[in-house]
Structure formats: structure tokens, C-alpha cells
């Protein structure tokens, strides 16, 4: 009973780990090669919420996505996503990165001063883990900007394929 209960632990204990280590390479990735350089990143401590359809890309951009790609698992934007948990990114090893919460990051003294914040969706990895979306989110004082990201493993390093705009918004003040 105790060898049964000490193998169960074993394997979920090693399942997190290998989905953690992923996660890492993957947003390793996204550090080193999408985001603006920085000497600190404020990112919000869990993913972001979405609904289905967030995914969703116009026609021609599936198009251009297949030209690019042509091996690329369609199904991966046009089914709608199940059993999508939230991430909470402090269980990785992000470098140079302080977690905030919403609360935190809609306080105007923390824009004021740090000018930008990250926030990611979990991503969603196809059957097969070679291909990933996620949606990276910018938000700055007066703007923000949210992306899908379709990156691929290839050779064991994560590779940008293509990057969409799906949300763009912009505060002007009027005197």
C-alpha cells in the first residue's frame, strides 16, 4: 500500500515537473525573443481568462498561417478550447520577474512608475506538444496590446511562426 501511494505521488510529482519544464522553455522563449528587453518584468501572476474565440483567426489569416506552415494542426484555432486551466506563473523560473496581481496593476501609481506590464493565456499545445498558441498581452499607461503568438519546437527551440493583433486599445485624454 505505502510502494502504490509512494509510486502515485512519484508520478504526479514528475508529471508537474516535465509540464513546468515546458512551460519554462516556452516562456524563455517568449522572454528572450518577444518581449521588449528589460532589467525587470512585471507579469501578471496568473494567466490571463478568455473566452473561446480568442483564438479565432480571420480567414485569410489561416490562409497565410498554412503558406507559412503548411503541417500546421489547423484544429488547434478552430476547435474550442476544454479543459483550458489557469496557469499561476509564480510555480516557474522567470527571470528578472516580479509577479503583480490585477489589483496591483490597476492602481495608476504602479503605471506611473514602471510604465508596462505582461500578461499571458495559458498556452495550448497541439496533440503531438510541437506547436503552441498563447496570447501575450502589453499593457502600458495609455495603451495595450494583445497578440496570438503561434510558435513551433523545432530541433528542440521554440520558433516564432506568425503573430496576430486581436486586441488594440488607446486612452486619450481630451482638455
Not at 494567466?47 to 498561417?65: A, T, V
Not at 514602471?114 to 510541437?130: G, H, I, L, Q, W
Request: hydrophobic share 35%; net charge neutral.
Amino acid at each position: 500500500m505505502k510502494l502504490n501511494l509512494f509510486l502515485i505521488l512519484s508520478l504526479n510529482f514528475f508529471s508537474v515537473k516535465c509540464q513546468n519544464t515546458e512551460l519554462n522553455e516556452l516562456i524563455n522563449h517568449v522572454y528572450d525573443n518577444i518581449l521588449l528587453e528589460k532589467e525587470q518584468y512585471f507579469i501578471l501572476e496568473k494567466s490571463l481568462d478568455y473566452s473561446i474565440g480568442d483564438f479565432e483567426l480571420q480567414n485569410y489569416q489561416k490562409r497565410e498561417l498554412k503558406n507559412i506552415d503548411p503541417n500546421f494542426p489547423i484544429e488547434l484555432i478552430t476547435q474550442p478550447l476544454t479543459d483550458l486551466k489557469q496557469t499561476d506563473w509564480r510555480n516557474l523560473e522567470l527571470p528578472k520577474t516580479e509577479f503583480k496581481t490585477e489589483r496591483e496593476v490597476s492602481h495608476p501609481n504602479f503605471l506611473k512608475k514602471n510604465k508596462v506590464y505582461f500578461a499571458f493565456s495559458s498556452p495550448v499545445f497541439s496533440k503531438n506538444k510541437e506547436y503552441c498558441i498563447i496570447i501575450i498581452s502589453t499593457n502600458y499607461t495609455k495603451s495595450s496590446e494583445d497578440r496570438i503568438y503561434v510558435i513551433k519546437k523545432e530541433n528542440g527551440k521554440w520558433k516564432d511562426i506568425l503573430n496576430f493583433i486581436i486586441n488594440q486599445t488607446k486612452t486619450v485624454t481630451y482638455h
